[in-house]
């Protein structure tokens, strides 16, 4: 039986989803967030020593890392969302499930920290000096890199419809949350309108929103209006 240790707001989210959209049957074990700190409970590691999700079990098999989950569903249980071995296409799907997490999320968390830093209670003259330097860092670096990899990302989609083309597939799930985390930011949605309705593409698919009900509150999931 396969079992999901999923934690909100994280990047399990995405195998709930791969999940569903296989339409495998599975348990779930849902964990929160500290309230004060946004780390991950210490119970998670007591199913990983790292204590960090998404970790899922499949009988004897337990594994970490999104990318690895996927590729493992994949190819066990998926066959129809990866493309034929040893193609152009598998390799391109080889070259995003990476990219992911090896080469796009880096700025991506590094901005995301550099946001708390900004954030984070400090006493006031050292406020000018923290700013000061979360801009240098910004300016000499960050934002230059950010930019580098969404502007590559959507001249990428701005000629295929997914990732390796016509056709859905897990590549298309492995991008999903740097993308959507990348979109929560209104600035950087507006000055990528095809990375936008792409997230969009991924966020109105039937097994997405099913995977929404099954992993709970979601920061980067669609937005509702009432």
Request: proline share 7%; aromatic share 12%.
């Amino acid at each position: 039986m396969i079992e999901l240790h999923h934690l909100n707001d994280s990047r399990s989210q995405r195998i709930v989803w791969m999940l569903e959209e296989l339409q495998l049957d599975y348990d779930i074990k849902c964990y929160q967030r500290d309230a004060d700190t946004s780390l991950a409970p210490a119970s998670l590691k007591r199913i990983h020593p790292l204590g960090k999700a998404p970790i899922l079990t499949d009988n004897e098999i337990t594994l970490a890392e999104s990318g690895a989950i996927i590729d493992y569903l994949a190819h066990k249980y998926g066959a129809a969302l990866l493309p034929e071995a040893d193609t152009p296409a598998w390799w391109d799907y080889v070259y995003w499930l990476h990219y992911a997490e090896g080469s796009l999320m880096p700025p991506l968390w590094m901005g995301h920290v550099l946001d708390k830093v900004q954030q984070a209670p400090m006493p006031f003259f050292v406020r000018p000096v923290a700013k000061k330097l979360v801009a240098g860092i910004y300016d000499a670096f960050l934002s230059q890199q950010l930019h580098a990899h969404l502007n590559f990302v959507a001249d990428h989609l701005a000629c295929h419809e997914w990732f390796l083309g016509d056709s859905f597939s897990s590549a298309d799930i492995q991008m999903s949350f740097p993308l959507e985390a990348a979109m929560h930011n209104p600035r950087l949605a507006d000055s990528y309108p095809r990375i936008h309705a792409y997230v969009a593409q991924l966020q109105a698919r039937p097994a997405y929103l099913q995977a929404l009900a099954k992993g709970g509150l979601y920061m980067y999931g669609p937005k509702v209006t009432s």
